[in-house]
């Protein structure tokens, strides 16, 4: 008798981190297929129990849980950034770990771009206004007591120069930004572009953008001391990291009018509590938070889902794909 060979078992941990409007196709290889909307900590092992390839997004697989997971070859991130998975001990137990790419290099620049503009020209706080009745108040045909303030000819920040990072500085350069970028990793700078230290940098913008993963190195880089550093009237927007920004430093630049504004994508915990210092900060008048949605547009997460599956197919075929670690 013929035995046919065991389907490897796929577990996607957070299926709703992706929209459900966006189709997520089978690999072509024999499989068996599960997913859950979400998975809490403690039912991590248990859903992966003798599960091959363990798809995440936010699901954090450390090392503890993964020493119960045996059978574990593969984890395939359904995302760029890979601070929930312990890398170290996937190299040390042989699991491929594999994530995506350039997928928002749309998405995340046009959403960083819709938080600039609306700081600069103070739009939210003008809605809430003309909501309030202060237009029909003063009786003349516009009303403004806020400053408005151009993009060209501000100078843009740049912290990263990734694909996202210079993506974002082609929009900029497009509205007659001048450019700068800080990476302290990047030690031969291409033509053209303009490097300079990061004090350097925050002391010289109008606005500045955040484009770098989270890691040791980044964790808490903008701090006090950073937005001491900044201009009284310059602007800070966050879509890369909630921890690579101090939100307690924030939250006091924007209350003591250390900088004019803030947005941000992201916070240190997700979602924040209603108590947190995101959550302060989503209250000011001079700040805007979404909640982590730079990266969605439909577009966006149809690419993220396509090289999804590319990823866990080249794994399959023995020539692993944007293999992190």
């Keep these: 008798m013929i035995t046919e060979p065991a389907r490897p078992s796929i577990v996607f941990l957070d ?6 409007g966006v189709t997520i196709r089978r690999p072509s290889f024999p499989h068996t297929w599960v997913e859950h909307a979400r998975t ?67 998405s995340v620049p046009e959403h960083t771009f819709a938080l600039i503009l609306a700081l600069r020209r103070n739009l939210m ?85 955040l484009h770098v993963p989270l890691t040791a190195e980044t964790r808490g880089m903008i701090g006090r001391k950073e937005l001491r550093g900044m201009k009284p009237d310059a602007i800070l927007v966050n879509t890369a990291r909630g921890g690579v920004v101090d939100e307690e430093a924030l939250l006091e630049a924007l209350h003591e009018g250390w900088i004019a504004g803030a947005a941000t994508d992201v916070a240190s915990v997700e979602p924040p509590a209603s108590d947190s210092p995101a959550m302060k900060i989503a209250a000011l008048p001079n700040a805007i938070v979404t909640p982590h949605i730079a990266w969605a547009s439909v577009d966006a997460m149809q690419t993220l889902c396509d090289q999804l599956i590319d990823n866990i197919e080249a794994y399959k075929r023995g020539t692993p794909a944007n293999v992190v670690g």
């Excluded at 299926?15 to 459900?20: K, S």
């Excluded at 248990?46 to 119960?68: F, Q, S």
């Excluded at 770990?97 to 350039?102: Q, T």
């Design 15 to 20: 299926r709703a981190t992706i929209g459900p």
């Design 40 to 106: 809490g900590p403690d039912d991590i092992v248990a859903r992966l129990a003798g599960a091959e390839i363990a798809i995440t997004n936010k699901v954090p697989l450390r090392a503890a849980t993964l020493a119960e997971l045996p059978d574990l070859r593969m984890i395939a991130v359904a995302a760029t950034g890979t601070d929930v998975i312990d890398l170290a001990e996937c190299r040390r137990r042989g699991i491929v770990v594999s994530n995506i790419r350039g997928y928002a290099t749309t």
């Design 125 to 209: 706080e003008y809605r809430d206004q003309v909501l309030a009745g202060r237009w029909q108040q003063l009786g003349q045909y516009c009303f403004f007591n806020r400053p408005i303030r151009d993009l060209a000819g501000a100078t843009l920040g740049v912290i990263g120069s990734g694909s996202l990072g210079r993506a974002t500085a082609a929009l900029g350069r497009a509205l007659g930004m001048a450019i700068v970028f800080s990476n302290p990793r990047v030690t031969a700078p291409p033509a053209g572009d303009r490097f300079v230290t990061l004090d350097e940098l925050l002391r010289i913008s109008d606005v500045i953008t």
